[in-house]
């Protein structure tokens, strides 16, 4: 069982930026693919980021590109999510998830790739 916590979440006014995190423990993290999803007040989840294995691999929801960068430190079985120039239409509830793949290359951008998840971190920009 891989147990995900996210951490970083918060108030910011619009324009300002955030780090999330996605730490586990007690497993190697560098056997999992790992997506960032979040889920605006009222709505569905929506896919906002993923990143392969190894980290060589990146792919971005069209409404934060240029914005968001993920990344991570397998040393530190942790994956960041930065976000910059937050917009109001960013406020939501962010919850990592993570797969064991034996694809060094592979994301996912479907919730349904992905077989454990955090309990999510509230951000909420205001205008």
């Known amino acids: 069982q891989v147990q995900l916590v996210e951490s970083g979440g918060g108030l910011v006014q619009a324009g300002g930026s955030l780090r999330l995190s996605c730490a586990t423990s007690?497993?190697?993290?560098?056997?999992?693919?790992v997506g960032w999803f979040r889920q605006p007040p009222g709505k569905e989840r929506d896919f906002v980021a993923a990143?392969?294995?190894?980290?060589?691999?990146?792919y971005y929801a069209d409404s934060v590109k240029g914005r968001f960068t993920i990344s991570r430190d397998n040393a530190k079985n942790t994956v960041y999510l930065q976000m910059n120039i937050l917009k109001p239409e960013d406020t939501a509830v962010y919850s990592c998830?993570?797969?064991?793949?034996?694809?060094?290359?592979?994301?996912?951008?479907?919730?349904?790739?992905?077989?454990?998840w955090g309990q999510g971190t509230q951000v909420t920009v205001s205008s």
């Open positions: 007690g497993r190697t993290f560098s056997s999992y693919a």
């Open positions: 990143i392969s294995r190894s980290g060589g691999n990146k």
């Open positions: 998830a993570a797969v064991e793949t034996m694809s060094t290359g592979a994301f996912y951008t479907s919730s349904h790739g992905y077989d454990y």
